[in-house]
C-alpha cells in the first residue's frame, strides 16, 4: 500500500507544480489589451482608406477637365492632402506593426516560461521518483497484499505515466509555437522597414509636390494666360525636339541584333511603379481606358504590342504612365545605372531651355535592354550605380516637356543606344537641347516597352 501512496503523492505533486508554474493569465490579460488598440487601429486605418479613395475620385474628376491654372494648382493641392492622408495611415500601420510586436514578445516570453515550468516539474517528478523508490515495481506488485492493491498500483503507474508524455508532448508543441512567433516577429520587423520607408518616400513626395507647386506660380505668376503660354512652348518643345532625333537618329551607326533581345512576351520587365500603385490603376479603368494608367501608347496605333518601330520620326518613343508628381519610380529590372541627366539644364546661345526628358535615368540591364525613366521631379541614383528590381530610383514629375505630371517610360536596345549630347553630330548646332546629355537611338533600337513587361 506505501507503493500506492507514493505514486499518488507524486502524480499530485507533479500536476500541482504544472498547475503553479504556467504563467498564464497575466499573460492573457496583456495580450488583450493590445488587441483592443490593434482593433481600434485598424478602425482608423478603414476610414483613412476611405478617405483617400474620396480625394482619388476628386482628383480624377480634375483630370478630365481642360488642362488650366486653376485646375493644376487644384490637383497639387488635393494631392498633398491625400498624401497627408496616406502619411497618417502609414503611421498607424506602424503603429499597429509594434503593438503586433510587443504581442509576439509576450507570447515568446510565455512560451519560454511555459517550456522552463514544465521542463522543472517534469526533472522534479523524475528527482522524486529516483530519491524515494526503494523497491521496484515488478517486486511492489508481487509483494501486494491482494489482487486490487497489485491493480491499483499499475494503474497509478500507467496514469503517470501518460501525464508525464503529455507534458513532454505539451513542451514539444510549446516550443513548436515559439519558433513560430519568433519568425513571425522577424516578418513584422521587415514589414515595419518597409512601412517606414515608404512613410519617408510620402513626407519627400509632400515636399515634392509643395515644390512644383511654387515654381507652377512663379513661372505663371498665377496668371491663367501665363500658363497656356507655358503648356503651349512645352508643346512645341516637343515637337522641336522629336525632329532633333529625328536627325540623330539617321547619324547613328548602331547596328542592333534581334535575336539577342529577349523574347516578346516574355514579361522580363516589371512595371516601373509599387503593387499597390498598379492595382490601383485596375480600379480605375474607367479614367484612362485601360489596367494600366496609360496615357499614352508606344508607336503609331494606341494599342500596339508587338514591335513595331518609329520610322522616319514618327510615333512614341516610349508609353506614359500617368502618376502624381512625387510618386516612387521603380527600376523594372536589375542592372546598372548606366546615366541619369536633366535637360532642363541646358540651353541655346539665347537662353532658351532644352525642354525634353527632364530629368531622366537610363538603366542598363543583362539581357540586351535598356529601360529609359524621364520627366522625373527627383532622381534617387546615380551613374554605375548597381541597382535591383523593384529599387525605388527617382520621383515621378513634370519636367521637361511634360504638361502634366507622368512617366515617359521606353525600353531600348542596349546595341542601338549612346549616351550623348546633341551638338555632337551636325544638324543639331544652335538648338536649345544641343548642349543637353541625353540617351539616342537608332530607329530600329526603340522596342514597344508592352512587349516586355
Not at 170 to 195: C, F, G, P
Not at 315 to 333: F, K, R
Not at 336 to 364: E, P, R, Y
Request: with cysteine; glycine share 6%; aromatic share 8%.
Amino acid at each position: 500500500m506505501m507503493r500506492v501512496g507514493f505514486f499518488l503523492f507524486s502524480f499530485f505533486i507533479f500536476v500541482s507544480v504544472l498547475a503553479l508554474g504556467t504563467p498564464r493569465i497575466a499573460f492573457a490579460d496583456a495580450a488583450s489589451d493590445i488587441q483592443a488598440q490593434i482593433n481600434s487601429n485598424n478602425q482608423q486605418l478603414e476610414a483613412l482608406k476611405t478617405e483617400i479613395t474620396a480625394y482619388q475620385k476628386q482628383l480624377d474628376a480634375i483630370g478630365s477637365k481642360k488642362n488650366t491654372l486653376q485646375s493644376a494648382i487644384d490637383s497639387l493641392t488635393l494631392s498633398q492632402k491625400q498624401l497627408a492622408t496616406q502619411i497618417k495611415a502609414t503611421q498607424n500601420k506602424i503603429a499597429s506593426a509594434n503593438l503586433q510586436i510587443r504581442k509576439l514578445t509576450l507570447s515568446i516570453v510565455d512560451k519560454e516560461a511555459v517550456i522552463a515550468a514544465d521542463q522543472s516539474a517534469i526533472a522534479k517528478a523524475l528527482r522524486s521518483i529516483a530519491e524515494n523508490e526503494e523497491v521496484p515495481l515488478l517486486a511492489s506488485l508481487i509483494s501486494a497484499n491482494s489482487l486490487g492493491d497489485a491493480w491499483r498500483i499499475a494503474d497509478q503507474t500507467a496514469l503517470f505515466n501518460r501525464a508525464l508524455s503529455n507534458d513532454v508532448i505539451d513542451v514539444r508543441a510549446a516550443r513548436t509555437e515559439l519558433a513560430t512567433n519568433r519568425d513571425k516577429i522577424s516578418a513584422q520587423k521587415i514589414q515595419l522597414v518597409s512601412l517606414q520607408n515608404n512613410l519617408t518616400f510620402q513626407k519627400r513626395s509632400v515636399d515634392t509636390n509643395k515644390k512644383t507647386q511654387q515654381k507652377l506660380l512663379s513661372d505663371t505668376k498665377n496668371q491663367e494666360s501665363n500658363y497656356q503660354k507655358l503648356l503651349a512652348q512645352k508643346q512645341a518643345a516637343e515637337k522641336a525636339f522629336e525632329q532633333e532625333l529625328v536627325n540623330l537618329q539617321s547619324q547613328l551607326n548602331l547596328i542592333v541584333h534581334p535575336n539577342l533581345l529577349p523574347k516578346v512576351g516574355s514579361g522580363v520587365l516589371s512595371w516601373p511603379f509599387s503593387n499597390a500603385f498598379m492595382l490601383n490603376c485596375t480600379q480605375r479603368k474607367s479614367v484612362f481606358g485601360n489596367l494600366f494608367c496609360i496615357t499614352q501608347y508606344f508607336g503609331n496605333t494606341p494599342f500596339a504590342t508587338a514591335n513595331p518601330q518609329i520610322y522616319n520620326g514618327g510615333g512614341h518613343s516610349a508609353i506614359d504612365i500617368g502618376a502624381l508628381d512625387g510618386t516612387p519610380v521603380q527600376a523594372a529590372l536589375s542592372g546598372i545605372v548606366l546615366a541619369t541627366g536633366n535637360t532642363d539644364l541646358a540651353h541655346d546661345s539665347k537662353g532658351n531651355q532644352c525642354l525634353s526628358f527632364g530629368k531622366w535615368v537610363m538603366i542598363q540591364h543583362y539581357n540586351g535592354l535598356n529601360t529609359m525613366y524621364a520627366h522625373l521631379s527627383e532622381i534617387d541614383v546615380s551613374k554605375g550605380k548597381k541597382v535591383s528590381t523593384n529599387q525605388i530610383i527617382g520621383l515621378s514629375g513634370r519636367t521637361g516637356y511634360a504638361t502634366g505630371p507622368h512617366l515617359h517610360f521606353g525600353v531600348y536596345a542596349t546595341e542601338g543606344t549612346k549616351i550623348m549630347t546633341p551638338g555632337e553630330f551636325k544638324g543639331v548646332s544652335g538648338t536649345r537641347c544641343e548642349n543637353a546629355t541625353m540617351p539616342v537611338a537608332s530607329l530600329d533600337a526603340y522596342l514597344n516597352p508592352l512587349s516586355y513587361l
